[in-house]
């Protein structure tokens, strides 16, 4: 018996599509600027939505914000199969991506950095511990933060050329990196907030992308219970 699907993002590795954590949100929020309390304290300005940057940059330029607490559904198409739903919930620290895949429910858990991947086959969930995102199946969607180093690691040293653009209501900044040493192409598009509204990847041909479809900002009790004892 299937859970609630709680609400999804992707990362780009040597000749396999990202895997981002939609990727991986954060709701309508917006950045409020802190003045620390004095009266005509100047705002940061916003980051750039034209021009180039390093990938560091654009990921530092979120990686300073708070983690944002929300809950998002997108839909994940690879190449030419059906599209998927997937859906991310995060607060704080912790984060969720859910996935129902011809019957069979996926919850990968990052919990204050712990990878935990749950499947429930045949009405029965089980649970393992990951010891690193790399030995997830291609094409898992990971949390935002995890999206955002991957794409820091897989482009580094290389030049983004941003843009913007809105989905699903949400006003975007978008980049699109080329990797130097291998055909793989991506453009990571985010909320000011930092959550993923979309990501597009195209490795040897095949491209993988994931949208945005639903976004809000609150988070029901128990989301970040596993659904079973880890047996290994």
């Avoid at 895997?19 to 949100?25: E, G, K, P």
């Avoid at 940061?44 to 998002?72: I, M, N």
Wanted: with cysteine; hydrophobic share 40%; aromatic share 4%.
């Amino acid at each position: 018996m299937s859970r609630a699907l709680p609400p999804l993002g992707f990362d780009s590795r040597a000749g396999r599509p990202t895997r981002s954590f939609v990727a991986l949100v954060a709701c309508t929020a917006t950045i409020a600027a802190c003045n620390g309390g004095r009266s005509g304290a100047a705002k940061p300005s916003a980051p750039p939505t034209t021009g180039k940057e390093s990938a560091e940059q654009f990921v530092r330029d979120y990686a300073a914000l708070s983690a944002p607490t929300y809950v998002a559904t997108y839909a994940l198409q690879s190449g030419s199969s059906s599209p998927r739903t997937v859906a991310v919930v995060q607060d704080g620290t912790n984060a969720k991506v859910s996935e129902i895949k011809g019957g069979t429910d996926t919850e990968v858990f990052d919990l204050h950095g712990v990878l935990t991947s749950c499947t429930n086959a045949s009405a029965t969930w089980t649970c393992r511990r990951i010891a690193d995102e790399a030995a997830l199946p291609a094409g898992t969607v990971l949390s935002p933060a995890r999206t955002l180093a991957a794409f820091a690691r897989d482009f580094a040293n290389a030049d983004v050329t941003l843009s913007s653009q809105v989905v699903a209501g949400q006003k975007l900044r978008c980049a699109t990196a080329n990797a130097a040493a291998r055909p793989v192409r991506t453009t990571l598009c985010l909320t000011p907030a930092g959550a993923i509204g979309s990501s597009t990847t195209t490795s040897g041909g095949a491209t993988t992308t994931l949208t945005l479809m639903k976004l809000t900002g609150s988070v029901a009790p128990g989301q970040f219970l596993l659904p079973a004892k880890v047996g290994g």
